[in-house]
């Protein structure tokens, strides 16, 4: 399996912006499909973003379209979620998911890593 680390998660006030990173390692990363999954306190883990595995094919949660960008830069193993007009709704861990297939499933699959903290404050 891939071992994937997230960054860049934190304070926010709402109307801002915020950047999530994730680097993979272990296996080629051009070989999987890269996901955002988040999760709030006693909801379900929802699918925020994902984009194919060369970076040509996006698609989004309604609630993120529009706000939110998945990028990936297969040279350096890494995947990125830009978040723009942060909203207090938009507070969870948020969780880099990769797997072999393209669309991800609800749920994602694959490899996860451990999460980071974004809390977006009104």
């Known amino acids: 399996q891939v071992q994937l680390i997230e960054s860049g998660g934190g304070l926010v006030q709402a109307g801002g912006s915020m950047r999530l990173s994730c680097v993979a390692s272990?296996?080629?990363?051009?070989?999987?499909?890269m996901g955002w999954f988040r999760q709030s306190p006693g909801k379900e883990r929802e699918f925020v973003a994902a984009?194919?595995?060369?970076?040509?094919?996006?698609y989004y949660a309604d609630s993120v379209r529009g706000r939110f960008t998945i990028s990936r830069d297969n040279a350096k193993n890494m995947v990125f979620l830009q978040m723009n007009s942060l909203k207090p709704e938009d507070t969870a861990v948020y969780y880099c998911n990769a797997d072999s297939d393209y669309p991800l499933g609800p749920t994602g699959g694959g490899s996860w890593g451990q999460g980071t903290q974004v809390t977006v404050y009104s």
């Open positions: 984009v194919s595995w060369t970076g040509g094919s996006t």
């Open positions: 272990g296996r080629p990363f051009v070989n999987y499909a």
